[in-house]
């Protein structure tokens, strides 16, 4: 599965049919974790999709801003306005398009436990601009998922409410554990990441002992795997739909 990291003729060779894009925001997170922490969490929920998707995806990089209206003006955060995000969104799928990519899948952020599958939680035009870029070109076909929302049910059978308040953390303390995100350079087929966190792993709230490494496994886990299942099966349908 090629990613913006390779070669542009290991891209042509590869013949990516569908695009896998990451739509994180750059905004306060309090006193202990970073204004990066939303797209540190879609890199490695990104990272364990891929392995779920095929090898003839392409993996986008991870969009880093995004609408944060709830936290404009504090120390941290970055917004674009509606109108911005939603042509932003349209240049990134119709240069893909124009390199006869015909499916891409949008991860917006990484949605809540329990939260909505149709309502988009933050970034709130990606569904707006999502339904645009499919009427404007029928033969074309772009979804939208957030996936601790799609993974939601299974992760409360997994887990305690306890553990559940804190799967955000444990999935940041299991991912500075690995080489995705280690100080470290990461080996070649080791994710995609494109900046480093260095320093992160040293911020209190990430070593507490009350916060298992184990929970941040075992969830991002379950968050790749029903997310990629969600976009197999949605463009499986849509494609028989549409023959």
């Known amino acids: 599965m090629p990613t913006f990291q390779n070669t542009t ?5 590869a013949g990516p049919k569908m695009a896998l894009w990451g739509i994180g925001s750059t905004e306060n997170h309090g006193e202990t974790l ?23 995806s392409y993996i986008v990089p991870t969009m880093p801003f995004g609408t944060s209206y709830e936290r404009f003006g504090t120390i941290g955060t970055i917004n674009l306005q509606y109108p911005t995000l939603k042509q932003v969104i349209r240049d990134v799928v119709e240069s893909l398009y124009d390199q006869k990519i015909r499916e891409v899948a949008i991860i917006n952020g990484h949605g809540s436990i329990g939260g ?17 870029l499919n009427y404007d070109h029928p033969n074309f076909q772009a979804i939208w998922v957030q996936p601790f929302s799609e993974a939601g049910e299974e992760l409360c059978k997994e887990f305690s409410s306890q553990q559940q308040d804190i799967i955000e953390i444990a999935i940041l303390k299991h991912l500075l554990s690995t080489d995705l995100f280690s100080r470290k350079e990461p080996e070649s087929d080791g994710g995609f990441i494109s900046f480093p ?47």
């Open 197 to 243: 966190f260095l320093g992160l792993d040293d911020r209190r709230i990430l070593s507490e002992s009350s916060v298992d490494i184990d929970v941040g496994r075992r969830a991002v886990s379950i968050v790749g795997k029903k997310t990629a299942n969600y976009i197999n099966e949605t463009l499986a349908k849509l494609r028989e739909i549409k023959n």
């Open 116 to 132: 909505s599958k149709v309502t988009c939680e933050g970034n709130e035009i990606v569904k707006t601009a999502v339904r645009q």
């Open 34 to 56: 970073p204004p990066g922490t939303d797209i540190l969490l879609l890199e490695g929920i990104l990272n364990e999709v891929r392995r779920h998707t095929g090898e003839s």
């Open 9 to 13: 003729i290991e891209i042509r060779d």
